[in-house]
């Protein structure tokens, strides 16, 4: 049986404590499993970007001169 590892660390006056485990049967490697989650945090980023340029792409075609 696998034990969790845990770490505490101190910000300010808040005491923060992050608990890792393990699970037996994963099929991804941890570097597999970090890399998905930023590429899909950068996939979101560009899009939420994309859509801020359309807005303004949109918006600055309606006005009158």
């Known amino acids: 049986e696998l034990k ?15 608990v890792v485990h393990f699970d037996e049967n994963a099929t991804e490697t ?6 998905r989650i ?10 939420e970007k994309k859509m801020i340029l359309i807005k303004k792409s949109l918006t600055s075609g309606n006005r009158c001169n």
């Open 4 to 18: 969790n590892i845990s770490t505490k660390r101190k910000i300010g006056k808040t005491t923060y404590e992050v």
């Open 30 to 35: 941890m570097q597999d499993k970090l890399t």
């Open 38 to 47: 930023m590429l899909r945090e950068l996939r979101r980023k560009s899009n």
